[in-house]
């Protein structure tokens, strides 16, 4: 057999020792000649009609460079994952706290800082709306167009009401998710430069290829004229995959001819960067007495918040693994999403699977103890295997390891909680 230089190898991280010795250069390292500082002027309301925007005092203060808004977008002002919904600077709504309404460039982040409190901004506050429930409300104010439902999913295999019918035992419970933030160390930053025709962008970022699309729509220029570096990342965990400052960079250092480098504190990351989403999910379960899985029969609703994100995919990640890693034959799955004026939930390291985990392993907890059954040994009963069928209709062929995964779990547990029959 030959030798493979990667599989089987002990392979160093690529830039394991640069971060150890702490040469890495991250965005915020970037330095660059002749280089402005940028700051954004955010929403301090969650919902709001936008009627003015007086810029004239904060460009009038010396070591601004440029203010620009909406106005100022040669091209598109529409960001975003899968929908176009987010603004790169209002326009029209304010839709959460947070929102950018203006963009400022000077010689220092002092002089863009005080320049942010000269900006008078005009508005006519709404009603927010910020839970799942009052979303879905029919006169419930709406966040966007004439319903806040983002979207609706289904997802159907067998009958479910005959299998209940058949079940011995039925439990039914609900579970609710909060928001998390992805607290990750380096917050985000970028840096633009404009030269000879070409916007170069240096950004902490997972996603470069999708920022250049996202520039160069908002440029009017093609793509073969906008540069996206990924720099030394200090973490993301799916909540640097949305934009966060590389149109506003791009944008000021297109005006301005320089350099304009952004760097956020953990505050704004906070406010603006995207969350787990928040979900609420019932789950009815039937088995049989001995422990066999018939049917699951539930409905799910999630906030992403003010924008989609990776709203549509997280929704349908969360209900094809509502049935977890246990083959059940007769599923009935209903999931709708809707928009708030909350913070915008994205990707956030498992698509939603995580919440759905929260809801099928407390359902086989209840199941168990209704049956006076061994926990384990229910997940062992209803656990996938080559040939399963999942909820969605695959037929599993190879790589199955639930069971060996708990069987080898009980064991260590085992080893560690229990010496010589005396608990630790």
């Known amino acids: ?100 309404l203006a963009i400022v460039a000077a010689e220092t982040k002092d ?41 609706t999913k289904n997802l159907v295999r067998g009958d479910v009401d005959e299998a209940l019918k058949q079940s011995d035992v039925i439990v039914e419970d609900t579970y609710k998710t909060n928001y998390f933030a992805h607290m990750f160390i380096e917050p985000e930053a970028g840096i633009a430069k404009y030269e000879n025709g070409i916007l170069t962008f240096w950004s902490s970022t997972q996603n470069p290829h999708f920022d250049r699309g996202e520039v160069a729509r908002m440029l009017k220029m093609p793509q073969s004229k906008v540069r996206s570096i990924q720099a030394t990342t200090g973490g993301g965990f799916g ?106 939930a994205g990707a956030f390291r498992g698509f939603g699977v995580p919440q759905a985990a929260i809801a099928h392993e407390g359902q086989m907890d209840l199941l168990a103890k209704k049956l006076g059954m061994d926990p384990i040994e229910l997940r062992l009963k209803n656990a996938l295997r080559v040939g399963s069928v999942t909820s969605t209709g695959q037929v599993l062929t190879d790589g199955v390891g639930i069971v060996e995964t708990i069987e080898k779990a009980v064991e260590k547990a085992k080893e560690v909680i229990f010496k010589e029959g005396e608990v630790k």
């Open 111 to 151: 002089i863009a800082e005080e320049a942010l409190k000269l900006i008078e901004i005009e508005y006519e506050e709404l009603e927010p709306v910020f839970s799942i429930e009052d979303a879905l409300k029919e006169e419930s104010p709406k966040v966007h167009g004439t319903t806040n439902v983002l979207q």
């Open 239 to 344: 909540g640097k995959l949305d934009i966060s400052v590389q149109c506003h960079a791009a944008l000021l250092a297109y005006y301005t001819g320089r350099p304009v480098k952004f760097v956020r504190n953990r505050e704004e990351s906070m406010m603006v960067s995207s969350k787990r989403h928040p979900m609420t999910l019932k789950l009815k379960t039937g088995a049989t007495k001995d422990g066999k899985i018939l049917a699951l029969d539930a409905h799910l609703t999630g906030d992403t918040g003010a924008y989609a994100s990776y709203g549509p995919a997280v929704i349908a990640r969360a209900m094809t693994h509502l049935t977890g890693p246990y083959e059940v034959p007769n599923v009935r799955i209903t999931a709708t999403f809707v928009y708030t004026n909350n913070p915008m």
């Open 1 to 100: 057999m030959n030798k493979l230089n990667i599989v089987g190898q002990s392979v160093e991280k690529k830039d394991s020792l640069s971060k150890a010795l702490g040469t890495a250069i991250f965005s915020a390292d970037i330095e660059l000649d002749n280089m402005l500082y940028g700051a954004v002027k955010r929403s301090t309301v969650a919902s709001a009609i936008l009627k003015n925007i007086n810029t004239s005092k904060a460009k009038a203060l010396p070591g601004v460079a440029a203010v620009l808004t909406y106005k100022d977008i040669p091209g598109d002002n529409r960001i975003g994952i899968i929908l176009k919904d987010e603004p790169i600077l209002v326009d029209d709504k304010i839709r959460r706290v947070g929102d950018a």
